[in-house]
């Protein structure tokens, strides 16, 4: 009973911190820690402590499949260099260095436990500092590297955990085995990622019933997650790569349907889970305090002036190493320029001297599609440069969160400094979030950056529509054959299905038009008039409902073709 009433409580305090989060233009976790952390002290409010392995085996692989499968494989490709170099090579410098910096001030810790709780500290989370650069317009290329950031640090972090903490208990035999163990890891996770998301997304599409299909795909990031971790593999890992994978073949293998309730299922999954893991990080500090008194070997004062310093060191070695990062993603993309260069030379030899073999057609055929890529790659290289600015923001977008308290409360009891240590953790996240979370959107504004320009967006939208128009307007050729009959089909039928998809693309075109005023634009007006008609519908349809004129199974079935033509219209009408 309890319980479910504390369930209602959270869902009421999250969904109402975040729509007043949205007006305050200020990313809703943040304000969920502060909440969290007022509630906790409130009288008649229980010590909450969460177990670690509920978080970090029951709520982040769903929290992660749901990110993974919402980033375009393309860009995640694209932007790959900046990504390993910010979630692998930036989270194993900065669990050593920090952790060396913790083991200076703490005598009783051993370096292998030092650099233990450095991994726990060292992985940031980008849910708040995406949602406030999607707020304030940050460049797509920046918000996709820090979304893969967030994806693949925690992997890495865990990891390294793991071995530093076999070499705290003295389980590792030599230095290499961690590396070795490492690396068996992401192995591991590679191989059953891949295989649960093909498997999974193989079974979905055979799938008609989306009831089937939404429960099938709510246990994917476990069946990934599980058998990773008992094979000593990586399961954050895994569950990313699943996620990644059926993100990229959704469009492909399944259906309209499946992809539309798939896309709004786990973006609630993910809303609830996320806001309610930064409310638990508030609530909990009540009893990280308590626990830190009861040791009494360290003070409570001195706990969180560690993790004042310990935070210091992590914006230092961040900023410290984004340096070189920006300057190799300025000379890869003038490699990136000589490397397309070439193949274009290549391209033209082809061109120019016709092919004679099999396999010159099919080595021109690889040459032009390799071509094509890494050309579209350029111009967004070209377009979407980060550039100091970009530096900044990423910088001191290192904002702490989920795994970093999870993960300290998973140190075993036999640590030195535990309940100290989960206190220093705990002050790293709740810092970074308010501070480096709270002064992100004036830094935004401050440098000026700009986000994708609506207006392009709108134009190459009607390209779009108009080159897909051309490809779906070729199939009207043989009717007969695209209707799957062998009786001539109606003229009057075939140009009406022609006419429909130009007036989508007519519409889109409409859209860039943003100097016309709304009156004047047909389209516009074709939208709201047949909106006022289907409300007007919907009205008569709720009255025939109350008279019981008709059987209830077709009263829902005129609802939901409303339902489908009114989401279709106000999507359009954006």
Partial sequence: MELGVYAVIAVAVIVGVAAFARK???????ILVIV????SFLPGVPEIKVPPEVILDGLLPPI????AISVPLTDFRRNLAPIAGLSV???????????FVLFTMLPELSLAAAVALGAIISPPDAVAATSIGRKLGLPPRLLTVLEGEGLVNDATALVLLRTALAAALGTLATPWAGVLDFLSAVLIALVVGLVVGFVSVWVRSKLSDPVLDTALS???PFAAFAPTEALHGSGVLAVVIAGLYTGH?????FSAQARIS??????TIQFLLENGVFLLIGLELRTLIGDVQQSEVISVGSAIGIGLVAMLSLVIIRFVLIVPLILGLRRRAERAERSVLREWLMISYFRDHPVRYRWQALRKQRAEQRYLRHRSDLEEFRQEAIDWKGGVVLGWAG???VVTLAAAQSLPTSIPYRPQLILIAFTVAFVSLVVQGGTLPWLIRTLGLQGADAGEDRRLLAQLLDDLSEAGLAVLDDPESAAGTSAPVDPEVVERVRQSSYLRAESAWERTLTHAPPDQRPHHIYRTLRLAVVDAERTRLLLERARGSYPSRVLAEAQSLLDLEETRLRTRSR
């Fill in 36 to 39: 969290g952390v007022l509630l």
């Fill in 399 to 401: 904002m702490r969160g």
């Fill in 218 to 220: 709510v246990v994917v």
């Fill in 249 to 253: 073949a959704a469009p492909r293998q």
């Fill in 24 to 30: 305050l233009g200020v990313a809703a976790p943040i």
């Fill in 64 to 67: 992660l499949y749901a990110a």
């Fill in 262 to 267: 798939d896309q709004i299922n786990w973006r």
């Fill in 89 to 99: 090579v930036l989270v194993i410098i900065t669990a050593f260095a920090s952790g």
